[in-house]
């Protein structure tokens, strides 16, 4: 069983367990936060996306109103960019559906190029409508809200609440 806590001199003299207690936090978190099926396939092939979901929900919970609306600004900007790549990633694909002889491709190809037009369409539909919530929220405590929703951590509501009422 990985130490519960470290401590500093834990982490000096054995990065094994230190790594040991990372990948067992990350993987008690995502059974946590998404269920514990979904949570231990995260976990099995995502494990260092999980790690930065910690941070990012620790940086949500800790961090100042104007680095949170900082980062709504931000993920505007990027929901932006993945709709416009999503629209072009759907045009070529529907491109590529319509050419000459296309009955003539091996079945698979015209099996990814349906796949790609429909990747693409749930993409800018995902974007626009997470952007579209994003654009309501103006307070950072709403913000903090959302982002946070479902969340496994028990501190968000008693530390945070006090601090920024």
Known sequence: MPPQNPGR???LRTGSRILEWNNHRAGEYAKARYGT????????FTEATVERLMRFEQDIINGQDEDLLGCKTSLASELSMVAVAGAILAQIAITALSLQNIEDVHWIVRGFFACSLAMGLLSVAFAVMQQRTMGNLHKASSIRAWLLANSCNTLVTNSRDEKHK
């Open 9 to 11: 001199q834990g982490i």
């Open 37 to 44: 099926s979904q949570g231990a396939v995260l976990t099995w």
